[in-house]
DNA sequence: CTGAAAGCGCTAACAA
DNA sequence: TTGTTAGCGCTTTCAG
């Protein structure tokens, strides 16, 4: 195998600008602006094929963290998500990539297992690591550490999880509407006890999950009944609920994780659904459209949000780097429409109005 | 709100060392030493609550690229899968995080979308950023690509995809032996006509997991129908097989994505499994527990091997930024066995052995 | 115990 | 068109 290295550096160590520089017979300045491409730099054709073929001899790749230290940015936008293994984050993720496509940026990801001190500790790493901008799918944060944080020359944009601030970027679902949809579906069933299965309160999106049921409620004038919010771990959850002295006949689950969880439950204990309990749930994560599973849920976009976040980022960060210096835009809040997607759980016809394309493969 | 930053830097700069060090009236050398901490340095009680206190005012973070620059490691460590939105990924990424848990390290991810292009970009990016180390969960270069990606300063481990070659630390399972257990637990049913649906070959662990099929077959004096193996679209796959004049009673499918994909073409063709069509995975998957899809799978342990790939990984930096110098271990391997996971799709009766702790949530 | 100085690999004025 | 020089922010000898 003939040695990648022919310059004096041992076997291992990868070529520096320097080394081009020595073997084109250039100075280091000349490299860099060859390497800068963009930027319209005259240098003379010949001098260019040599340091071209110096590169192309000794292997040379540029140092992106030299680079970063020199250019003040380095091409890479962090991620956090809440839990990598619910799959509306990599779908979410997904979208980012997306989005980012041809772009040179690279993702530093993070989880927070939902855990507010994971989340802290992941946003100063990756500001420590300076990211040029950061896409927090993940937010337990308040206000006050929101502003601390866009104070930073970190770009932020708050998706999906977003809090009710205007101090950043954001990109949510209109989790309100989303809500009321899957609540007056329900209703437009017949049903009248329609109990709700709601997620942690500290959760921005979650409160106007219980909020959207309650006007729902309301609305159709069933409100009032509290006993028929419940919330934490769903098998315990629902055995309160359905042991209530006037029982409801469906719920609406806050997020599908849960409503999976809520159909195991039911089927671990013989309850038909949705005879016996109709079941909405929230995010429509691919695994509800299994013909096996077949949960209705209200679709929160998750790969459009990650795609418009990573838009909404780029631009940002476009603007930090131009070379027109001028006040940033005030923050932007992109609201995207939810959208309920039927199937069996809800008491709906099988295949009554499931529009998936049927030939999309899964994951 | 009080500014962040007494010091003379426009706000939203962030403080360097330099301040740090004018603030506490030493120099950088000595804050330093300070956020060194690990090495025994010798510093004045007096003089490191100057310095705390500084660093406390200004809000100071140390700069990780420019740590990265002058270190030459940069802690961050790089995975590359074959395809986040398939949960099989997601999982493994938990797996290393896991491992990594407590440790600095961060995680520069990358999805190939199993575009043999884009593992190229991604790796050399990967590269170009200093990472300290590599896991790749995606590998569909060949050994030369392999040795050469070797020959770097950086740590590789390959994972789950891992090649044949003894070139680089590898975790995988046995995945011969996993696809027999299969073939096996499928004859053992009674089935004569098994089919494979096969994946791409040019991924080494389907390549195993088609002679697992094979030598089973041929153990049961079965072999030699070379039509019995599919491969490509499963919807397609599966027509093909179904429509032989001597249609297969059961398959063996290469992975749960597929396999998945299968039970959805019988749903959709009301071809009742187990009964007219046994399905076996491999992968299991958590979709497969759900009581609606019930999927007898071969688990591929993508936790562990997350787990175990970022253990080695670590161990091998560990070692080369060691101050005593010696030759670097040779390439190690670990063979994780797999596991029949018993559920309905095959011809159990439900429940049977499915041991799944029935309280585990899902995601 | 502390500091001066050199250097990690690259970029960006500014000269030449 | 090319080279010189001075950093980017931090670490690490090596002298005090």
């Known amino acids: 195998m003939r040695n990648r290295f022919p310059s004096s550096r041992p076997a291992g160590q990868r070529a520096t600008i320097s080394d081009v520089a020595a073997a084109a017979g250039v100075s280091k300045a000349t490299v860099s602006k060859f390497l800068g491409g963009n930027k319209n730099y005259y240098i003379a054709s010949e001098t260019r094929e040599r340091i071209a073929k110096a590169i192309e001899d000794l292997q040379f790749a540029p140092n992106a963290i030299a680079q970063g230290l020199s250019n003040r940015r380095t091409d890479t936008i962090g991620v956090i998500v809440a839990s990598i293994t619910n799959p509306f984050y990599p779908e979410l993720i997904a979208g980012v990539e997306e989005a980012l496509g041809g772009s040179e940026y690279t993702l530093l990801l993070g989880s927070t297992d939902e855990q507010p001190a994971k989340e802290a500790a992941l946003v100063r790493s990756m500001l420590q690591r300076r990211v040029d901008g950061l896409i927090m799918a993940a937010v337990t944060m308040d206000d006050a550490e929101v502003s601390r944080l866009v ?190 997607v039927i199937r069996r759980s809800c008491g709906c016809v099988a295949g009554e109005k499931d529009d998936d394309a049927p030939d999309r493969s899964f994951f």
Chains 1, 2 share one sequence.
């Open 151 to 340: 104070d930073t020359d970190v770009d932020v944009v708050l998706a999906s999880r977003g809090l009710d601030t205007t101090l950043a970027d954001t990109v949510v679902i209109d989790n309100l509407t989303g809500a009321r949809q899957a609540v007056e579906h329900l209703l437009g069933h017949g049903h009248r006890r329609i109990a709700h299965l709601a997620g942690p309160a500290d959760v921005v999106p979650f409160r106007y999950r219980i909020e959207g049921y309650r006007e729902a409620m309301a609305d159709a004038g069933l409100d009032g009944d509290e006993r028929l919010v419940a919330s934490g771990n769903p098998a315990e959850a629902m055995t309160a609920l359905l042991t209530l002295p006037d029982p409801p006949t469906a719920v609406f689950v806050a997020n599908d994780r849960m409503a999976i969880e809520v159909l195991e439950f039911c089927a671990g204990r013989g309850i038909e659904v949705p005879q016996e309990l109709a079941v909405v749930g929230f995010d429509n994560v691919w695994v509800g459209r299994l013909s096996g599973v077949g949960l209705t849920s209200v679709d929160s976009k998750a790969r459009a949000v990650g795609r418009k976040a990573a838009e909404v980022l780029a631009g940002r960060i476009r603007a930090r780097h131009a070379d027109t210096v001028q006040l940033p835009a005030p923050p932007e809040r992109t609201v995207l429409q939810p959208e309920l």
